[in-house]
């Protein structure tokens, strides 16, 4: 019967000094040899264990793949046996090669950025594969070169750049995302997972990275400041200032719902739409402070069918759309600081304090948690909590004060 047998084949040397490692198979005295994609200098390889030296980098995940290797081209051998199949060199290669398909990481980034059907799914796995380049910019990065040491230091270096937990979180679970479907496609061995589950409790974990939510509520006193700002004395802040209201009396709309909100969906004294974040339906009584408000925006800006003076009929496409709200979001953002320079505001000022202080507001005069979550839109209790972090601590320290 056929052998296998990890071979380092120093008859050919590249550029850089380095051999390949080959996959030697010999059957009734011929052989054959399969490339598994893996090469070393002559000092880096033991001869006598047909493993990776010390001196090799990450030497231990790589005899684990070549370990992982010689077990499948085993395993393929033991099918010819249990299904008393007569063997050929080339029925064996197809078969082991049918199983431990190459494609690097960066090529099935591409395969997916173009698979994807979402601007916001294709430019999330553009992000994720440029900061993976940015910390190994190697095109030939194979799928087995990712194991926990790999993800710790690819951790780090986003840690370095300046990112938070949350946008690390972010690139992590995209990258796990992709090696998910890559296993799927037989482009990575199920065995080699880097990521923690239940088959590898030791993997690398991604949940310490989740954001751990900083929420940032006006006091009543700032949220009255910004109420009765003097508009009259910065007029270039009126559309701003209106806006962080809006956000405020609505729930705490976000500012992506806010510019593709219509004034078809306002009608019988309620506001209708689905957030685009969750998907959940709102329906929201128009309250005289947010009538006052429409009526400022329809008054001033009517040449579209747009509530808010960000979007157009011009702004089509997925991609318009969403260039243009972060364009308008970014302004936005802009001008909230110099509101709160005005003011005297001592937190950072943005779009997304409107939706705190909201919560906030209403636990501050008894509102039950609970209620407050359906009004946010939250599928889970425990974010709501997360807001209200803040006013659970000022009011244990107000008890405190006591003792």
């Known amino acids: 019967m056929a052998t296998i047998k990890l071979f380092h084949f120093i008859g050919k040397t590249y550029s850089n000094g380095e051999s390949p490692i080959l996959l030697r198979v010999t059957h009734q005295r011929k052989t054959k040899y399969i490339a598994l994609g893996y090469s070393c200098l002559p000092t880096q390889w033991n001869k006598d264990k047909n493993r990776l030296r010390k001196n090799y980098p990450n030497y231990k995940s790589k005899n684990r793949v070549l370990s992982t290797l010689e077990e499948r081209a085993e395993s393929v051998l033991d099918e010819f046996t249990k299904l008393d199949k007569p063997f050929t060199f080339q029925s064996f290669e197809d078969r082991f090669t049918n199983i431990t398909k190459s494609c690097t990481v960066y090529d099935f980034f591409d395969i997916r950025i173009n698979e994807a059907l979402k601007t916001n799914t294709k430019g ?9 380049y940015k910390f190994a910019p190697n095109k030939k990065l194979m799928f087995a070169d990712i194991d926990y040491q790999f993800l710790k230091k690819f951790e780090t270096h986003l840690l ?3 990112l938070s937990g949350g946008g690390v979180h972010f690139y992590m679970r995209t990258l796990r995302a992709i090696i998910n479907e890559a296993i799927n496609r037989d482009y990575f061995q199920r065995e080699l997972y880097p990521f923690s589950n239940q088959f ?3 993997g690398y974990s991604i949940s310490h990275l ?4 900083s929420p940032r509520a006006l006091s009543e006193a700032d949220m009255e400041r910004i109420k009765n700002f003097p508009l009259e004395d910065h007029p270039t802040l009126k559309k701003c200032v209106q806006y962080f209201l809006f956000s405020y009396y609505s729930r705490g709309m976000n500012f992506t719902d806010m510019a593709q909100l219509r004034w078809t969906d306002i009608y019988n004294d309620r506001i209708k739409y689905t957030r685009s974040k969750t998907s959940g339906n709102f329906n929201i009584k128009v309250s005289p ?3 006052e408000i429409l009526d400022y925006f329809k008054s001033e800006y009517t040449y579209t069918g747009f509530v808010f003076p960000v979007l157009s009929d011009f702004h089509q496409s997925e991609s318009q759309i969403k260039y243009r709200v972060r364009k308008c979001l970014k302004q936005y953002n802009g001008q909230l600081k110099e509101v709160a ?3 005297k505001i001592n937190i950072p000022l943005t779009s997304y304090v409107a939706r705190h202080t ?10 039950d948690t609970a209620v407050i979550s359906e009004g946010l839109g939250h599928q889970d209790i425990s974010t709501t909590k997360a807001y209200l972090q803040q006013f659970e601590t000022e009011t244990i320290d107000k008890a405190d004060e006591v003792l």
């Open 124 to 132: 999330t796995y553009k992000q994720t594969k440029n900061a993976l």
């Open 160 to 162: 370095g750049n300046g």
């Open 200 to 202: 590898n409790k030791n």
């Open 210 to 213: 989740k954001s751990v939510a």
């Open 289 to 291: 402070p947010l009538q």
């Open 341 to 343: 320079d005005i003011l």
């Open 358 to 367: 909201y919560a906030t507001t209403l636990k501050r005069k008894g509102i």
